[in-house]
């Protein structure tokens, strides 16, 4: 068990529609990561959020948006959902970025399924 | 811009041999390595990492991994496979520390480990 934890497991929505998903770090874990992981493009990085504020973008659709609350935890909020969407999304935390010793801690993922 | 190859997609080996999953990385700048390790139906396991100091780096499950800097490789090594070895392995890299993109993780393609017994 990593400590990371993310909910819902499972998502079945329709093309169009919004969604959230939920993600509490690892106690002491001041930095959330999303990851989506789908068949065609691997695993891709997101966006990183480190105390509350945005410190990295990746391959983020404007679509998507997150945010991480005063508690720390995190939310990724997808919307205007197309089939593409359709992926693997996970979360990770760390303690603090930009130090060797704090490698990433994965959560076990939420599986979309676009329809 | 970093890069990750996994040079092999899939790898079956039977239990109890030696097993060799490739991964070459490209960055321009010095990079921390990774790899980590997914099962079915769960997150990503981190099994070792190379930060600096000692090319060779022992992980968890018995794996190592090698970092040779003039080949710009990362290949992850275990001398004896187990059934329950069976996952897919993941080659990653990011930046170094104090950088923004410390924890921006490069992922390769994935190697699917297969053990047969």
């Known amino acids: 068990d990593s400590g990371v934890t993310q909910t819902p497991k499972h998502l079945i929505t329709a093309t169009g529609q919004r969604v959230t998903l939920r993600c509490s770090p690892r106690s002491g874990d001041l930095s959330v990561y999303w990851y989506q992981q789908s068949l065609d493009q691997g695993l891709q990085f997101l966006i990183h959020y480190y105390n509350g504020e945005e410190r990295a973008k990746g391959n983020i659709l404007e679509r998507f948006s997150a945010q991480q609350f005063p508690d720390l935890h995190s939310e990724l909020n997808l919307s205007s959902l197309e089939l593409g969407d359709s992926a693997l999304y996970f979360c990770a935390s760390s303690v603090n970025p930009g130090t060797g010793d704090s490698p990433l801690h994965f959560g076990n993922g939420t599986r979309l399924t676009v329809t | 811009a970093q890069s990750v190859t996994q040079l092999d997609s899939q790898v079956p080996v039977f239990e109890e041999a030696p097993v060799e999953l490739r991964c070459n990385y490209s960055s321009s700048v010095s990079v921390y390595l990774f790899w980590y390790v997914q099962y079915p139906n769960q997150g990503l396991q981190l099994l070792l990492k190379?930060?600096?100091?000692?090319?060779l780096v022992k992980g968890i499950n018995g794996f190592e991994a090698e970092f040779n800097k003039s080949q710009t490789s990362f290949h992850l090594r275990k001398p004896s496979v187990h059934i329950s070895d069976t996952a897919e392995y993941f080659c990653a890299v990011s930046g170094p520390a104090g950088g923004t993109s410390y924890g921006k993780l490069t992922f390769g393609q994935g190697t699917i480990l297969t053990v047969h017994p």
């Open positions: 190379y930060l600096s100091g000692s090319t």
